[in-house]
């Protein structure tokens, strides 16, 4: 078996095709003898244009992919503790172990704006809530069909039932991004499925969740190290320098802490957030709700010293070469599951020329890139 395993996710917000046929009619054709696991997002809202709000239920579509798919494992790149009583997300996450034999991991996450602010979710405290969230599943799950009960600060059981039991013990993974939430991952959770600027800075953040595995006691063999993240391939340098644009944009906003652990950070740059009414240190995606919410303006200003080099070295982006030796820098710093949700949609956007569709990277990807990675870290 290979050293390191691969995943794409189908979310549809990646995958811009109007009609369920059509979208389930290319889930169905994955290969499942390249890609070790089917993701889904589970979102509610998005950030037009760079996330759109176009998704569906992820719960029922997991059960049509556990029919059809009887290897690949499935699941959530990410839920959180919000949306969900963790009684209800309990069920839910029994009902796909029980239908497809035991291959679903719950991926979860402290949650983004855009799916919990306009639709009036209280999302106070995320880390501390998601920690005590993970342990009523837990206490759920193993309670064997027996009432159990539950006294925390954010949920309460009473001689609650959950019948029949999960085939097994369900992995959860938690997408921490921050040190005190890869501290948690390395504590109480199955896996850690981060989204990661670069393969070093994924390195760095890697040891943190070692650490919290070593407070814990708890066996790193037992743990999976994955990594989540879009890549866009394409031949063209118009259309790779168009799609750099945004992804320059994006570093302050997503990977704040790299940004300010960068040589590029000058202090007076936190002018420039606090005028977005941010702090650098806790900006995250559950800091805004709305594309209209960041300053273009400001958050130029902020990488105007940025080269295009330092950014197109570090993201999941390039010819198919970059893009490969990307990836063999990820496993070198540790990554075990590799999650790749592919955004060559945004190449409609930018007027990129063809043949690099979704399709078609999706094909490159299946028929070349993960069996060559497969075959080097066997």
Known sequence: MSSVMFGIDLSLEGYEVEGWDRYFGFVRSVNEGVWDSVW??????????????????????????????????????VTDPHR???????????????????????????????????????YRRPVSKMAEFVGVLRVL???????????????????????????????????????????????????????????????????E???????????????????????FMHED??????????????????????????????????EIYRRMGFEPEKLSLL????????????????????PDSFVRDATLMGTEEEVTRKLERLIDAGAQHIILMIDNEVAKRCESPEPYTYEHVYDILTRKVVPYLKERYR
Do not use: C
């Open 209 to 231: 969740v070692e650490a919290g595995i070593r407070e814990a006691g708890r066996e790193r063999e037992k743990f999976t190290f994955a990594y989540w993240n879009w890549v």
């Open 40 to 77: 889904l997002g589970d979102h509610l809202g998005g950030l037009p244009p760079l996330i759109p709000s176009r998704n569906y239920s992820v719960w029922p579509i997991f059960s049509l992919i556990a029919e059809f798919k009887r290897k690949a494992i499935l699941g959530t790149a």
């Open 287 to 306: 800091s805004f709700s709305r594309v209209e919410q960041l300053d273009l303006e400001a958050l130029s200003q902020l990488v105007e010293d940025v």
């Open 141 to 207: 799950w193993e309670s064997r069909g027996r009432p159990v009960s539950y006294e925390g600060e954010f949920f309460r059981l009473r001689d609650a039932v959950l019948d029949p039991p999960p085939t097994r013990r369900i992995p959860v993974w938690l997408a921490a991004n921050g040190p005190r939430t890869r501290r948690f991952a390395g504590m109480i959770a199955d896996g850690w499925i981060p989204m990661a600027f670069s393969p070093e800075s994924y390195g760095r953040a890697l040891r």
């Open 237 to 270: 340098e118009e259309a790779l320098q168009k799609y750099l644009f945004l992804k320059k944009l994006s570093l302050p906003v997503q990977f704040p802490r790299d940004f300010m652990s960068s040589k590029f950070w000058r202090e007076e740059k936190r």
């Open 84 to 122: 969900y009583h963790p009684a209800v997300l309990a069920q839910i996450s029994m009902t796909i172990d029980n239908i497809s034999g035991g291959r679903f991991v719950l991926g979860l996450g402290a949650g983004e704006a855009f799916n919990l602010e306009a639709y009036g979710f209280d």
